[in-house]
């Protein structure tokens, strides 16, 4: 499938460790070369700003979508080739989606938990077939990968659940994955419930 803009969701804080800094570093130079969109939340703060300037400084296209009241705290990035405001959190992540052909999650906190289950949850009740990829950087995400297959292993999950989304050890990875999805709309009744 061909992506021309990519929607990375990562955490906004700066000290983590130097291996999921590097990752957003990464990704963001893979996507600039590669010529795709990178779409992210905005800001200037942790892998969200380390992910954005790479891609900026190999040419790439930036598009930041960020919410009024956080453009002070998240540090708006005023080197994007576009910002977008929004009056709030609802409306930027519709933007996000909008603006996005696929989704990946990098490491991050509660806030990119929210939008990657969001994103995801959209797409278990059919409203969108885009592709999904987890970043599993250094493992970060096994735990989330674990509560996946607890929730299926306990019944309130279906095994195809594990179909909304493909999991990538590596920046490279998720471009194979990519280059190899298609839009895929589930269907709710029959196979999620
Ligand atoms: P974090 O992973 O907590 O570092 O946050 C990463 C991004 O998620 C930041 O841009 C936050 O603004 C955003 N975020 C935080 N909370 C929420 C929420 N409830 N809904 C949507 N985005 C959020």
């Not at 957003?24 to 905005?42: C, D, F, K, P, Q």
């Not at 959190?89 to 052909?101: C, G, N, T, V």
């Not at 969001?118 to 990829?133: A, D, N, R, Y």
Request: negative net charge; glycine residues 12%; aromatic residues 8%.
């Amino acid at each position: 499938m061909k992506i021309n803009s990519l929607c990375v969701y990562c955490g906004a804080r700066s000290k983590v460790a130097a291996p999921y800094r590097r990752a957003a570093e990464n990704l963001g130079l893979a996507l600039g070369s590669r010529g795709i969109t990178l779409v992210y939340g905005g800001g200037n703060v942790g892998l969200m700003g380390i992910c954005a300037d790479a891609a900026l400084s190999v040419g790439g296209r930036v598009v930041g979508v960020i919410p009024e009241h956080l453009k002070d705290i998240e540090v708006g990035h005023t080197g994007l080739s576009a910002l977008h405001t929004t009056p709030d959190m609802h409306s930027r992540k519709a933007k996000m989606f909008e603006l996005s052909d696929a989704f990946v999650m990098l490491p991050g906190g509660l806030g990119t938990l929210d939008e990657i289950f969001e994103i995801i949850t959209w797409k278990q009740i059919g409203l969108h077939g885009k592709p999904v990829v987890v970043l599993n950087a250094e493992g970060y995400w096994q735990p989330f990968l674990d509560l996946v297959d607890w929730t299926i292993a306990q019944g309130f999950a279906t095994a195809e659940t594990r179909d909304l989304f493909m999991t990538a050890e590596t920046v490279e990875d998720v471009f194979t994955l990519l280059e190899g999805a298609s839009e895929t709309h589930m269907d709710p009744r029959t196979k999620l419930f």
